[in-house]
């Protein structure tokens, strides 16, 4: 390791901060602790500053964490005790903790520490301000020093970081952490920012017969004073990320796996074990192979003594992957509906991301949240390569470009994208940062680069970059510069467009074929979206189409502007051109009008499933563009969907043709599609062998003519039966929330029924999720209130409800609710959990098809102040009722 100077000097290089600013930070808190009053402009900042971070980077290291927990079931309030030890380098400096208990208001609660000490000397009245504690350097030396405190803590179904969950189907209780990404700080006093890694040990009392699991393995279990409960006590951890510090408690039942370097585990809630038994051999087996890939491309072992998979009902997100110990949503591992082979891939990509992690997030961390993409990115990327050794290479890196391109493109081709590395200057923001540029571009940005450099060197680039910081930090240059060493090629400028630019490009093809049949001139012409005049450097495969013959394929260059194809010029003329064959590139690749029109007429010929999934991308992509009629392209759909066969790629044009037929089209051109849409759902829905549940799903949200919801209540009743699909409890509450949508006559007694049906502990959200469809004022009143004034409703009831709430046919209803929406943004960013702004601008604004509701946004973007990561979700969000008003506009004739 490097001595303390080397790395302060690093740290300060690599962040690129000036000793001006540095000082000025400084300055702000020394006069707060000589005279005891502070002004405004003297208070450290609310979050963690980047500034704040910076300080303490260069000021603390070593550090240490002894943390004791009682948990008592029912409790609101968690007490514990801590000691912090660390290293400082300048003692001359006050020391800044970060803790920010709150009440349900969301104020400070005063009182919440005591007994505070400094190298065991007291100090009486910290001063505890914006969410941190300073404590005056008077009390500190340079060197080791030790801090020790008491503290409480809340525990909530939802708004807290520590969260309770009670299942109703026993009596029982669980409670677990998630921190991301500055959370860990509402829990108890830390440092709380991902480049000051730490040692946590951890001892929780809590009730005997409950199990504790964190991230390292446990020592026996002790004895308490109080027969009724038990410690156990964890081995100290590695050094990690105060995010990916975790626990969990409760009746867990432990399932154990073998088979793998490290002892595997599945902990799920005594309700749920019998199905876990089922499903755990096959994500097992998963874990195990994942594990063995990662660790044989990586070049190296799995990184914590042990790995446990928890399953936490009503999780925020798919997963966290806390070291050694990743929590999943119960519901991506233990299907609620009959799985397709659709299901069974998402949940191994889920997995699997999380389990890459391990390495890419939890070995090697980012410094910063701007570089949030080192871990998503490379999770999602590594997930599918795995994916790619374990099941069909062609079909899964087909699904990574359904899974990945379109949302990413959606998302860059909007006035709010931002560039892969995101500027964050206080992690209080950093919530903003999760999106699909993150999650989607980078990883396809990986693979791009992949290409680039090939295989080979793209391995022995991530093998270096891991052995040089494994259980550091580092930044998105250390990665470059490790791929730059491995593939002796200069990346700084392609990784700079890739990775510090926002948007992508626009490739077009320009053909001439003379009359001899042959090839004149090929162009291809790159321009920027968003018209803000930049270029990329792209590597692609273009495909020349032949019916008579087999492709011709050229690996092509475009560094600037414009490229001629020389090469192609006197091949035979192609009966189509696609820029983007094998999916290697990133960016729009829509087809010239020739090429399109030839695609149009073939595209159900077509064999290969991964070329014909890409050209339906590309033909939707002209819809979005408004170059292609939204009728003709649902026409082309319905007429194709009889003979398509692929799983994923009839997914995504029922999809599709669902976005149509619910958004583009106006309400007199959707009433000639409804009954020729439900018809076709329904044969294939009975008829499609291997096709059943996609088409069950589809008819299932697509069926709203009298007929159509009749087949829905027989359904039901059990009058209809639909071959290979079980109509479990989730469907049955999925269909009566969509009858409820659509004013069904039945519908009220049908709810009631489901609920005097349904007595399993999920019932009551499922419940609360369908009752907000009914189409009247009152209940969408109640629910608004719900969602912006309780803090005792768990955050997935409120996520879950949000797309009924906001039915596309609802929208004179929901539209009054809108600018209530984004004026409560700045209260919904900073209670609820990274995803969740997001999921509400989808719903409010989503839920919106008219000229008028786009003017509300704009005039509301005019008049309010956002923060900047605000604003440009909203812009982001915005794109799609700006494009569905001009479609509409311009196709409604």
């Not at 959370?183 to 000051?196: E, G, I, R, V």
């Not at 446990?218 to 990690?240: C, M, N, Y």
């Not at 791929?483 to 490739?507: I, Y």
């Not at 090929?522 to 803000?532: F, G, P």
Request: proline residues 5%.
């Amino acid at each position: 390791m490097k001595n303390f100077q080397s790395v302060s000097h690093l740290i300060a290089r690599n962040w690129h901060f000036s000793s001006l600013v540095f000082l000025l930070f400084l300055t702000t808190v020394r006069p707060m602790m000589a005279d005891g009053e502070m002004k405004d402009d003297d208070l450290p900042a609310e979050g963690v500053s980047r500034e704040l971070a910076l300080h303490r980077a260069m000021q603390i290291r070593d550090l240490r964490y002894r943390l004791s927990l009682e948990l008592v079931p029912g409790a609101s309030r968690i007490k514990g005790s801590e000691e912090i030890w660390l290293k400082i380098a300048d003692a001359s400096e006050p020391v800044i903790l970060d803790f920010r208990d709150l009440d349900p208001s969301g104020k400070v609660i005063e009182g919440s520490i005591k007994d505070l000490k400094a190298n065991d000397r007291q100090i009486e009245e910290p001063g505890q301000i914006n969410g941190h504690i300073v404590l005056p350097p008077q009390y500190f030396k340079s060197g080791e020093n030790k801090i020790s405190l008491g503290f409480e803590t809340g525990v909530a179904p939802a708004g807290r970081p520590i969260i309770r969950y009670s299942d109703q189907d026993d009596g029982s209780e669980y409670i677990y952490t998630l921190f991301v990404p500055m959370d860990a700080s509402l829990a108890f006093p830390c440092f709380d920012q991902p480049d000051l890694k730490g040692r946590f040990s951890l001892t929780i009392l809590a009730p005997k017969d409950w199990t504790v699991v964190s991230n390292d393995e446990p020592a026996p279990v002790l004895a308490s004073e109080d027969p009724g409960k038990s410690q156990t006590r964890f081995k100290e951890t590695q050094l990690i990320s105060t995010y990916l510090f975790s626990f969990a408690a409760g009746p867990f039942k432990p399932i154990a796996g073998k088979g793998a370097s490290v002892p595997l585990r599945l902990l799920v809630r005594q309700s749920k074990l019998r199905r876990a038994q089922e499903e755990w051999p096959e994500v097992m087996q998963l874990t195990r192979d994942g594990m063995q890939h990662f660790v044989d491309f990586f070049g190296n072992r799995f990184p914590f003594p042990k790995y446990d998979q928890v399953l936490i009902p009503g999780f925020a997100y798919g997963g966290m992957e806390h070291a050694g110990s990743t929590f999943l949503r119960e519901d991506s591992i233990l299907f609620r509906t009959t799985p397709n082979r659709s299901d069974r891939l998402a949940r191994a990509s889920l997995v699997l991301h999380e389990l890459a992690h391990q390495w890419f997030g939890d070995l090697v961390t980012m410094r910063w949240f701007d570089d949030l993409w080192l871990k998503e990115g490379f999770a999602n990327y590594m997930a599918s390569h795995a994916m790619a050794s374990i099941y069909d290479r062609d079909e899964i890196w087909k699904r990574f470009y359904q899974t990945h391109k379109p949302l990413a493109y959606g998302i860059d081709s909007t006035k709010g994208t931002t560039p892969i590395y995101q500027e964050v200057n206080n992690l209080r923001d950093a919530k903003s940062a999760y999106g699909a540029i993150v999650y989607q571009k980078a990883p396809s940005i990986l693979r791009a680069l992949s290409f680039l450099i090939g295989e080979e060197k793209f391995r022995d680039g991530v093998r270096l970059f891991l052995k040089e910081h494994n259980y550091a930090n580092a930044e998105w240059s250390d990665l470059i510069g490790a791929f730059e060493r491995t593939s002796n090629l200069k990346l700084k400028s392609w990784a700079d467009a890739w990775v510090k630019q926002r948007g992508m490009p626009q490739v077009d093809v320009a053909l001439n074929c003379n009359a001899a049949g042959t090839i004149e001139s090929l162009k291809l012409q790159q321009r920027d979206v968003l018209n803000e005049g930049r270029t990329w450097p792209i590597k692609i495969q273009l495909l020349l189409a032949y019916d008579d013959a087999s492709p011709e394929r050229i690996s092509i260059q475009l560094d600037g502007a414009v490229a001629a194809i020389r090469v192609a010029e006197g091949k035979k003329c192609p009966a189509y051109i696609f820029a983007n064959d094998g999916d290697f590139g990133y960016g729009r690749f829509l087809l010239d009008e020739r090429s399109r029109q030839a695609v149009l007429g073939r595209i159900g010929k077509i064999k290969d499933a991964f070329h014909r999934t890409m050209l339906w991308g590309t033909l939707w992509d002209a819809v979005r563009e408004a170059e292609m009629n939204p009728r003709d392209y649902l026409a082309l759909v319905l007429s194709s969907l009889p003979d398509e066969t692929d799983e994923q790629l009839t997914e995504s044009l029922l999809e599709r043709a669902a976005r149509v037929y619910q958004r583009y089209l106006s309400d007199a051109q959707r009433a000639g599609f409804a009954e020729r849409i439900e018809s076709l759902c329904y044969d294939r829905m009975i008829n499609a062998r291997g096709l059943q549940i996609a088409y069950f799903r589809a008819y299932r949200s697509l069926a709203v003519t009298p007929t159509g919801r009749k087949r829905l209540k027989e359904m039901l009743s059990g009058k209809l039966t639909v071959p290979g699909v079980e109509i479990k409890q989730h469907d049955r509450w999925r269909i009566v929330t969509a009858l409820l949508a659509h004013g069904d006559d039945e519908s009220e007694d049908l709810l009631v029924a489901e609920r005097n049906h349904d007595t399993a502990d999920d019932s009551r959200k499922q419940a609360y999720i369908a009752e907000v469809a009914r189409g009247d004022g009152a209940t969408k009143r109640r629910y608004f209130d719900d969602y912006v004034k309780s803090r005792a409703i768990p955050e997935d009831w409120i996520e879950g409800s949000l797309s009924p709430f906001n039915s596309y046919n609802q929208s004179h209803l929901t539209r009054p609710y809108l600018k209530p929406a984004l004026e409560a943004l700045p209260q919904v960013k900073r209670e609820r959990k990274i995803f969740f702004v997001l999921a509400w601008l989808n719903a409010f604004i989503g839920g919106q098809q008219s000229g008028e509701s786009l003017n509300d946004v704009r005039e509301f973007l005019r008049n309010n102040k956002l923060d900047r990561d605000l604003q440009l979700k909203v812009l982001e969000v915005m794109d799609e009722l700006e494009r569905t008003v001009r479609i509409r506009n311009k196709f409604e004739g």
